[in-house]
């Protein structure tokens, strides 16, 4: 059995996890998703403002806390946080010196005696040698599409595989799928062929069981109030040789593994039964789920071979966005808001304007926030000078317009926004490769 944790679900989520999971109990890997479709535009922003940027900064701030307890426990790490830029990662990881003895300098560790040598426990020793890194590479796929600001194929587990029998105790990777980072680990720890399908769909949803975080231990849980959700605990999957799997988390944490929240998991994201994927095929309509004492147990998953194709994310920058809310507070609230519409519309024309009017008043309301309504309005448009001419315009009405005009903040420049779209690649023009460091 192969023991795997989550310590985050997104770019931005809990930063204290990654301890909590070190210390709450057992594990031998200890993953973290990091990587959306939109984190992959971020990411792209910042490496557009600095090229040795690209990844998700807040992993690197956990390892300089982290990383010196993983090691002294034997838990090595797995997380896609490297993003655009995973070699920059990995080399800035290379760089720490965790534990008490990171502060020598080159050189000092061959000054020792063998006695004081032997003194060393393993956190001491990492410490002074650092860790042994290894990161995936070869899924950015610009170069065959020029007009994206990012463009990065998925990824499988294999290469990560690769990494962790090489000996990488902390493993980096881009945009590889959420799932392979679970896939790869166990593919590495019980030495799985490329073709053991089903063993290979069992983990994989294991995989996606684990990849959103506390989603799968109450978080967003649609009945939420039969649960402890004050502050649920991150999962753990505990997987066999054959692929099956036990969900849990450590005891003392908050949450519920319960069937009905692996099984709002399971259904986050899924389309049809055959879920597509790099590493396997996974045929969702055949998994089990039974509950245990300590979580559920999931078995029965069956897998066939992928698909020839690998699914790139593409995002390109679509042109500049900006937004004003006026506060529309007492009687006339409709025609209080067609006021504005053809003063605004006059202004700066309707092209690339969307309104919503929030009916969030109420009736001989007590307040004048419960008597107030919200009206939004939002412009997109590729003219950086129209998208903050816009502000302006809207503030401009403030003594023009309706009777007790405001809004809910001052005016701002308008900022860039993107635009994703998925396409597909022959998996034979990708070349993954698996460094260490």
């Known amino acids: 059995m192969i023991r795997i944790g989550n310590a985050s679900g997104f770019y931005g989520d809990r930063l204290s996890a990654m301890r909590e999971q070190l210390e709450g109990g057992d594990l031998d890997v200890l993953t973290g998703d990091y990587l959306a479709e939109l984190t992959m535009l971020i990411l792209g922003r910042d490496r557009m403002k600095d090229s040795q940027l690209g990844y998700a900064k807040t992993f690197l701030r ?40 990171g502060e020598l300098k080159p050189g000092e560790l061959g000054e020792l005696s063998p006695g004081e040598l032997g003194e060393l426990d393993q956190g001491d020793l990492a410490g002074r040698l650092g860790a042994k890194i290894g990161y995936v590479t070869g899924d950015d796929l610009k170069a065959r599409f020029p007009e994206a600001l990012t463009a990065n194929a998925y990824l499988g587990a294999w290469e990560i595989a690769e990494c962790l029998n090489q000996g990488a105790q902390v493993v980096v990777t881009g945009r590889v799928t959420d799932a392979s980072l679970v896939v790869g680990p166990a593919a590495a720890h019980f030495g799985w062929a490329r073709d053991d399908w089903d063993r290979l769909a069992g983990a994989t949803v294991a995989g996606h069981v684990l990849e959103c975080g506390t989603q799968a231990t109450g978080g967003n849980f649609s009945f939420f109030t039969e649960i402890d959700a004050t502050r649920p605990g991150f999962p753990i999957a505990e997987i066999d040789e054959d692929g099956s799997c036990l969900i849990t988390k450590h005891d003392g944490t908050g949450g519920a593994v319960t069937v009905d929240t692996v099984t709002a998991q399971l259904l986050y994201e899924i389309g049809a039964p055959e879920y597509l994927g790099p590493d396997v095929t996974t045929h969702f309509d055949t998994i089990r789920l039974e509950q245990h004492e300590r979580g559920v147990r999931i078995s029965g998953t069956r897998g066939s071979p992928p698909p020839d194709t690998l699914k790139v994310c593409l995002n390109t920058l679509g042109g500049f966005r900006n937004s004003t809310t006026f506060v529309l507070t007492g009687l006339d609230v409709e025609a209080k808001a067609e006021l504005v519409k053809r003063q605004l519309h006059e202004a700066v024309g309707d092209d690339g304007l969307t309104w919503t009017l929030a009916r969030t008043d109420q009736k001989d309301a007590a307040t004048e926030e419960q008597a107030s309504a919200l009206l ?62």
Do not use: W
């Open 62 to 101: 956990q390892m300089e806390d982290c990383l010196a307890l993983a090691l002294d426990k034997g838990v090595k790490i797995v997380v896609n946080a490297g993003g655009l830029n995973p070699e920059g990662l990995a080399r800035k990881l290379g760089e720490l010196r965790p534990g008490k003895l």
């Open 376 to 437: 939004h309005v939002t412009i997109k448009t590729t003219d950086p000078k129209r998208a903050k001419g816009f502000s302006r315009a809207a503030i401009e009405l403030a003594l023009a317009s309706y009777p007790g005009f405001h809004v809910t903040a001052p005016p701002g420049d308008g900022t860039p926004f993107g635009v994703y779209k998925a396409a597909y690649v022959h998996r034979d023009e990708v070349s993954a490769k698996a460094v260490l460091l």
